[in-house]
């Protein structure tokens, strides 16, 4: 597994089957576990091409115990927690806001380079594509 922010994080947050029988998310807790745990390490940290401030690192779990008591809601209730549907919205909106600085970069760029005697923004092509972006992301 990796997960965002795995290199630095103090307590992690687990899926893992609790019965399995059962179909991959039915079966499956979520769990609270602290980076000291015996058996729990970081392994490899991913190198992303954005979102670097929130790295992904695979975690590794070798003879790792976790305790009852470290059970997140309800055992085999991974499907009903609430944090599952969580995730798109937190993935949508790191994706916006990459998106939205990629944008304000180019229209920074646009009135700053000079082609032809005039700023680029001021060439039509141009102005049309970042109208283009800013209305993907409205």
Same mark, same amino acid.
């Given at each position: 597994?990796?997960?965002?922010?795995?290199?630095?994080?103090?307590?992690? &947050?687990?899926?893992?089957? =609790?019965?399995?029988?059962?179909?991959?998310?039915?079966?499956?807790?979520? #769990?609270?576990?602290?980076?000291?745990?015996?058996? #729990?390490?970081?392994?490899?940290?991913?190198?992303?091409?954005?979102?670097?401030?929130?790295?992904?690192?695979?975690?590794? #779990? =070798?003879?790792?115990?976790?305790?009852? +008591?470290?059970?997140?809601?309800?055992?085999?209730?991974?499907?009903? +927690?609430? =944090? =599952?549907?969580?995730?798109? &919205?937190?993935?949508?909106?790191?994706?916006?806001?990459?998106?939205?600085?990629?944008?304000?970069?180019?229209?920074?760029?646009?009135?700053?380079?000079?082609?032809?005697?005039?700023?680029?923004?001021? +060439?039509?092509?141009?102005?049309?594509?970042?109208?283009?972006?800013?209305?993907?992301?409205?």
């Amino acid at each position: 597994m990796m997960p965002s922010l795995g290199s630095t994080a103090s307590l992690v &947050v687990v899926m893992a089957q =609790t019965a399995p029988r059962r179909a991959i998310h039915d079966g499956c807790s979520y #769990f609270l576990v602290p980076s000291g745990t015996p058996g #729990f390490s970081v392994g490899r940290v991913w190198d992303k091409i954005s979102q670097r401030l929130a790295d992904n690192a695979e975690l590794v #779990f =070798t003879d790792c115990r976790v305790p009852e +008591h470290a059970l997140l809601g309800t055992r085999d209730g991974a499907r009903s +927690h609430p =944090t =599952t549907s969580g995730g798109n &919205v937190e993935a949508a909106a790191t994706t916006l806001g990459t998106a939205r600085t990629a944008y304000e970069t180019a229209l920074a760029h646009a009135r700053d380079r000079v082609q032809g005697g005039r700023p680029i923004i001021e +060439h039509q092509a141009v102005g049309m594509l970042l109208a283009e972006m800013a209305t993907h992301l409205e």
